[in-house]
């Protein structure tokens, strides 16, 4: 499935390519900071971005980096550099209203004043690392 997106003010698009419409919610510390809640994220295999010189990369650790646009500040991305692959902010979508929560990551982070409702999977910060492939603790 090919979907499209762009950031708040329109300086960057994108489109990506089989897009995985069952989403995940992030609850780790850097994604709480980074979004003021949880960063809600979709995979895709393959992304083309447009208007990349309004975008900005941030190294939030050896393993990834976060893009946004530097005009807007909306956040685009998350990069995992060692596979390559993309995890679109849904709310940049520009068609979201097919995207389902499939599951919920760093569980164990989330703090106690919200609870996301549905039957889905909820991962703690060791279950998350291990289904990435990291050594527990969370060096790559």
Known sequence: MEKTGQCLCGAVTFTAHNVEMHHHACHCGMCRRWAGGPVFAAAAERVT?????HAARYESSEWASRGFCRICGSHLFYHLKPTDSYMLSV???DDGAD??????IFVDHKPPGYA???SHVRLTEKETLASFGFPEDGSA
């Open 49 to 53: 971005f447009a208007g990349l010189d």
């Open 91 to 93: 709310g940049a979508f």
């Open 116 to 118: 996301l409702a549905g």
């Open 99 to 104: 995207f389902q929560l499939a599951r919920e």
